[in-house]
Structures are given as structure tokens and as C-alpha cells.
């Protein structure tokens, strides 16, 4: 069995802490480890189980590679999807890569950013679910609600529900009214949809070739044109982008006689708003859920989120308050599905903090944009131990480089010259220059820009060992 980890979300509804340059899947949500990390790690301890493959955006494939590296664990592949395409076309081509050495693979089907509390129960669940996968059943894992949930699809079974086997699907039911929700909670063959699959490769293939052949001809193409890249296989960009864009759901699952439904309930959240974090967290008395420096007085019922500093509130119900380096979100914990609107009117107005965080992340390291004004820009650059930034040229800025700590190894023009501690050096307008940490410890630096214009588009590369272009 391969876990195959979908992980090319954006989880805009999470802002300010997920943006898309750095989505919830990658960040500590609910604990230290990330929701990528956890997904991966309650893997541990299922029969068979192979290393995963994942399918991600060709954007945040040096964060993937970093937090699989910090798990220790080295991945079946790592798809690069060049444009998302829903989940249709990037279950496809998962199912196409692993058969592409003529192995027919359970494959279990997990997204990158849900929070399950239960473990145990998750992974009998899956166990439940292999004989049927085995035997060429589409296998889906519905959730046992415990609420009349508005914001959920709901999966109908033939039977009332069972835990100790799977039970055919009758239907799958867009997300209810709440007089509907209701019902179906009463009746006892709904099931939330969690998006989590179980299937062999050949049946689902087999299955969209039925109902969905140009999703399957588009993923077999995209596979056999792909290109590897360092760790990576990037999908073709032109095979891919001809796939339409169809969810799994509406592809396969709502037209194939072979889904089968295991009940699962495991404290299962897709955490896709503020009030799911809330609804999943540790609470005090009050019912409020923190994390941070957060000081607190007369608040109940409410999440409150510090990054960067101490955070109060005083004699607020209900709330959700989300502190990071460059934004604060203060929110009715009842409206937070209207984040999503702001960060549209962040997207509209071009602002950098819909999809980027002050410290962005590259793969030799990270930048943090301490200050900026008109005609000068100060970063603090941190340069991980063995790492090179690509050799460069900017048009419109001159840089000025203070290392902190650590050792510099700075190429500028055709010299080459170590600097250390509080030691510094200048890079005119114009003139070819690389950084490299050679030692063995991070290398901080404090980079100073001026220029008439400082965005990060005003890169020349002449090299890269990334890859980038």
C-alpha cells in the first residue's frame, strides 16, 4: 500500500497565518509538527505500508523536501503539478506514476491538511478497508457526524451504519441545508465526505477511463513526459494542462457501482476555518483556545493565535484573534468563512500578504523583510550550512551585505572573497555576484537594498543549483 499525500492546497480561509506561498499544511496549526507531518506520521504501524507518494504545487517543492528530510523520511516521489487541476487529475496521476514500473498498488488516498485526533481509530479504519480495496472496491472513508454540519458533503450508505465493515455508497449529497443536515444526522446512513480514499491503481484508472478518459489519457501523458528534477518529477506542463478540472468526487465517485463507505471516527477536521481550529483545540475553562504569549481577561469561547508578540484581550465572547509578523485578523468566530474575502481583496489590490509571509522560504534558506520604505529595503538573510544562492545580477538595486554570524564565502564579479563575523561587503548596480554558506553552522546576514526599484523580480540568474529559472 502507497500513501499518496495530496498536499497542493492554499487554505486561504486560515490567513494571515496560511497564505499561499506557505500554506496550513506546511505550519504548526494545532501542535509543533506540521498538519504535512502529522498526516505523514499516523502512517506508522499500518500493514505494509510503502513510503508515500505526494502530489504537490512545483512551488513549495523545497518546503516538501525540507519537512519530509526533518521526518527522516525519503518519499516514493515527489509529483510536481505545474497548474492545479482539482483532484481528479492529481489522483491520476499518482495512480499512472505508481504503475509506471508495472505494479498494481493499494493506493490510500490522504490530504495534507487534516487534523485527525484519534489515531488508532484511523488506522483500523484503513485496515477495515483493504479487503474491499483488494477485492476492486473504490473504498471512501466516511465520517460518523456528531453534529448537523452545513459545511460538509455527506456520502449515503445502503445500510445504517456499521464500523466493522464496508457498506455500499447509495449516493454523495452536496452540503445540506441545515433542516436537511438535521435529518440526515437522524437517519443513520449519512456520512460526512472526508475526501480520504482506498483503491488499487488499475480500478481507479480502469474507472476514469470509464467515466472521466480525458482525465485518465491527460495523467498517463503528463507521467511519461515528466522530467526529473534533484528529488523531484515534474509532471508535463502541456499533457497536464489539457486534463479538465474535476474533483475526484464528481470524476468517479458519483457515477462508479464500486464505492464502498467505511465509517470512521477518529476526531476527524478538515480544519478549513478558524472555528474548526477552535473546535479541535485544547480549551480552558472559559472554553477559549491559545497559542503564544496571549494574556487574557473576561473572553470566552474564543481562539486567540500570537506569533511575534504578546497578544490581550479584554471582555470579548466569541472571537478569533490571529497575530503574525506583518498582519491581525480579528473576526466574529462565527464569520470566519468570510476570511476568504479579504484575502480576495488583498489578491485585488496586489498586496504582498495575500500570498507571502514577511519571512519567505527558499531552498537555501529564508529572508526576513525587517524594514522597507521608498528606495531601501533591510532583510535579515539566514543561509542554511552547505547552501549557494544563484549567481546574479539586479538592474535597479545595490545591496550591501553585514554578516552576523557564520561564514560568507561571496563571489563579486570575478573575485572571490570569506567574510566572517561583523566583516561586510558591497554589490553595485550591475555587477554579477553569488553567496554561499561553506561552513557549518547557519550563516546570518543582514542585506541592506537601495535603488529606485526592489522587487524580487529584479533577479538576472545566470546559475542555479535549484533549478529555478
Known amino acids: 500500500m502507497i500513501p499518496v499525500i495530496l498536499s497542493g492546497g492554499s487554505g486561504t480561509r486560515l490567513w494571515p497565518l496560511s497564505r499561499s506561498a506557505y500554506p496550513k499544511q506546511f505550519l504548526g496549526v494545532t501542535e509543533e509538527r506540521t498538519l504535512f507531518q502529522l498526516t505523514l506520521a499516523r502512517l506508522e504501524g499500518l500493514p505494509d505500508v510503502q513510503p508515500p507518494l505526494i502530489v504537490g504545487n512545483e512551488n513549495h517543492r523545497f518546503i516538501l523536501g525540507e519537512q519530509l528530510h526533518a521526518l527522516g523520511i525519503k518519499p516514493h516521489a515527489i509529483l510536481l503539478e505545474p497548474v ?33 485526533g484519534d489515531t488508532q481509530a484511523f488506522q483500523q479504519a484503513v485496515r477495515i478497508g483493504i479487503p474491499a480495496a483488494e477485492s476492486g472496491a473504490i473504498v471512501t472513508f466516511g465520517i460518523v457526524p456528531t453534529s ?36 440526515y444526522l437522524a437517519d443513520g446512513r449519512h456520512l460526512w465526505n472526508s475526501g480520504m480514499f482506498l483503491f488499487k491503481a488499475s480500478v481507479l484508472m480502469a474507472e476514469l477511463d470509464r467515466f472521466a478518459p480525458a482525465v ?19 509532471l508535463d506542463k502541456d499533457a497536464f ?43 480552558d475553562p472559559q472554553g477559549n483556545a491559545t497559542r503564544g504569549d496571549v494574556l487574557l481577561h473576561g473572553v470566552n469561547h474564543s481562539y486567540v493565535h500570537a506569533d511575534h508578540r504578546l497578544v490581550a484581550v479584554v471582555g470579548l465572547d466569541d472571537v478569533v484573534v490571529v497575530e503574525t509578523s506583518d498582519a491581525v485578523l480579528v473576526a466574529a ?15 485585488a489590490g496586489k498586496r504582498p500578504e495575500a500570498g507571502l509571509h514577511r519571512e519567505v522560504f527558499r531552498p537555501w534558506g529564508s529572508y526576513d523583510s525587517i524594514d522597507q520604505a521608498d528606495r531601501y529595503q533591510v532583510k535579515r538573510i539566514t543561509v542554511n550550512p552547505g547552501q549557494k544562492l544563484s549567481v546574479q545580477m539586479h538592474h535597479h538595486r545595490a545591496e550591501h551585505w553585514v554578516v552576523v ?38 550563516l546570518e546576514l543582514i542585506e541592506v537594498q537601495s535603488g529606485p526599484y526592489l522587487g524580487e523580480d529584479d533577479i538576472v540568474r545566470f546559475e542555479d543549483r535549484y533549478g529555478r529559472a
Open 84 to 116: 492545479g487541476r482539482n483532484t481528479a487529475p492529481a489522483i491520476a496521476a499518482a495512480a499512472a506514476a505508481a504503475m509506471a514500473d508495472g505494479a498494481d498498488p493499494l493506493l490510500l488516498i490522504l490530504a495534507a491538511d487534516h487534523v485527525i
Open 148 to 183: 448537523p454540519e452545513t459545511g460538509y458533503g455527506y456520502i449515503q450508505v445502503a445500510e445504517r451504519l456499521s464500523g466493522d465493515h464496508a457498506i455500499p455508497a447509495t449516493a454523495f449529497v452536496e452540503k445540506p441545508d441545515l433542516a436537511t443536515a438535521q435529518k
Open 216 to 234: 485518465a489519457e491527460a495523467a498517463r501523458s503528463a507521467v511519461a513526459k515528466a522530467r526529473a528534477d534533484l528529488d523531484f518529477l515534474r
Open 241 to 283: 494542462s489539457a486534463s479538465p478540472e474535476d474533483s475526484i468526487d464528481y470524476a468517479v465517485m458519483e457515477k462508479s457501482d464500486k464505492v464502498q463507505v467505511v465509517p470512521m471516527s477518529a476526531g476527524w477536521s478538515d480544519v478549513g476555518a478558524w472555528n474548526a481550529v477552535w473546535d479541535v483545540a485544547t480549551k
Open 333 to 347: 468566530r462565527g464569520a470566519v468563512q468570510d476570511v476568504k474575502k479579504i484575502v480576495d481583496k488583498l489578491k
Open 405 to 442: 554570524s557564520g561564514t560568507a564565502k561571496v563571489w563579486l564579479g570575478d573575485k572571490e572573497v570569506l567574510l566572517t563575523e561583523n566583516q561586510s561587503t558591497y554589490i553595485p548596480v550591475g555587477v554579477i555576484h553569488a553567496l554561499e554558506n561553506p561552513g557549518k553552522i547557519p
